[in-house]
């Protein structure tokens, strides 16, 4: 099965940067999947173990996030409401530093993202690099993601991987990692969800990265993503209620979960990103460049309506930065976590 439409991420690659992409990973050293079959990472009874229960392996934990409705309200004033917006519905055990793009209806998003392996996350948290599409109010949001997540409690180590995630009800009781529970269905032979992603940028060296897009086919209703160019799999369109159409909000940025943020002390050492601030920039801190949304034109677009923000500007930091006038921008995001104005 294959979308009938296609979210082509090369025509987003307007200048070249000089970063080498992620092509491969470490389990194609064995060799590839025989025809007719797919790539799936074995869950352990030690993984299973390891989660608070056994229905709880996988997923994340539930969160009033409402943003959207005001976010919507005011998309002619963003830039200047976006704290006010987000102050009332942040969540206490996940800490956020986005890029967040509202203000029309949206059937696909892509980015190149910078691919780090975060120095310190701790054993019960994790860490991501990602792209999340939103849609619905409050508490009853349904969100799909993907990118790049460090996460010990699912996966038993701290190695970078490849990841999609998804919710209909704010992750009460449905979504998860990878292919955990039913819902995304992967129809790549090519790469492997939850598999270590090879090699990993290091700082004031070479820069990798991973392209990853998520857009909607009109005709079936399904949500596809791809990474590298190569389609991966789809969300089926019946799984969703408010985003079986559109999504109203797009997000770039990374994410830590953990107990230990926000009003819970002592804060976290889980980092975000490279465990870099932002204002370091490109070859220390993480980045999402060529940002792109596709809107009802079924155009790919420079996002119109970008804000920034960071739930602990003194634990984890964004900045949007443009070279020269004439070149892509990059969103850098992230920073340690604890330190000595965090915690």
């Not at 409050?138 to 919710?167: C, H, K, S």
């Not at 009800?169 to 269905?185: A, Q, R």
């Not at 602990?312 to 443009?322: A, I």
Request: glycine share 6%.
């Amino acid at each position: 099965m294959e979308p009938s439409v296609e979210f082509d991420s090369k025509k987003t690659n307007s200048q070249k940067n000089n970063s080498k992409p992620v092509i491969s990973q470490i389990w194609t050293k064995s060799g590839r999947c025989p025809v007719g079959t797919i790539p799936i990472r074995r869950v352990s009874r030690a993984d299973i173990i390891r989660a608070s229960s056994p229905s709880q392996f996988g997923r994340k934990t539930p969160h009033v996030y409402n943003f959207l409705d005001k976010a919507y309200r005011n998309k002619s004033n963003i830039n200047s409401t976006t704290e006010k917006i987000y102050k009332a519905g942040r969540l206490k055990d996940r800490s956020e530093a986005v890029l967040l793009e509202v203000g029309a209806s949206y059937v696909g998003a892509v980015s190149n993202i910078n691919v780090w392996n975060p120095p310190i996350v701790q054993t019960f948290d994790y860490s991501s690099a990602q792209i999340w599409l939103v849609a619905g109010l409050i508490d009853e949001f349904e969100t799909i993601e993907a990118g790049w997540v460090v996460n010990p409690q699912v996966f038993g180590d701290r190695r970078t991987r490849l990841f999609i995630y998804w919710t209909k009800d704010s992750y009460k009781k449905t979504g998860c990692f990878n292919l955990l529970c039913s819902g995304f269905v992967q129809t790549s032979t090519h790469f492997s969800l939850g598999t270590t992603i090879h090699p990993v940028s290091t700082t004031s060296n070479k820069q990798y990265e991973i392209t990853v897009a998520i857009f909607l086919d009109p005709n079936s209703g399904n949500w596809w993503m791809s990474t590298q160019d190569i389609i991966f799999g789809y969300w089926p369109g019946e799984l969703f209620r408010s985003i079986n159409h559109r999504a109203t909000a797009v997000q770039w940025g990374g994410e830590v979960y953990s107990r230990n943020v926000g009003t819970n002390k002592p804060h976290t050492w889980t980092q975000m990103g490279s465990g870099a601030w932002a204002s370091s920039l490109r070859g220390k801190a993480c980045y999402h460049t060529n940002i792109r949304i596709k809107d009802y034109s079924m155009q790919i677009k420079h996002p119109e309506y970008l804000s920034q923000f960071s739930d602990e500007y003194n634990c984890y930091s964004t900045k949007l930065h443009r070279y020269k006038h004439e070149t892509e921008q990059f969103f850098y995001f992230g920073g340690p976590g604890r330190n000595s104005r965090c915690s």
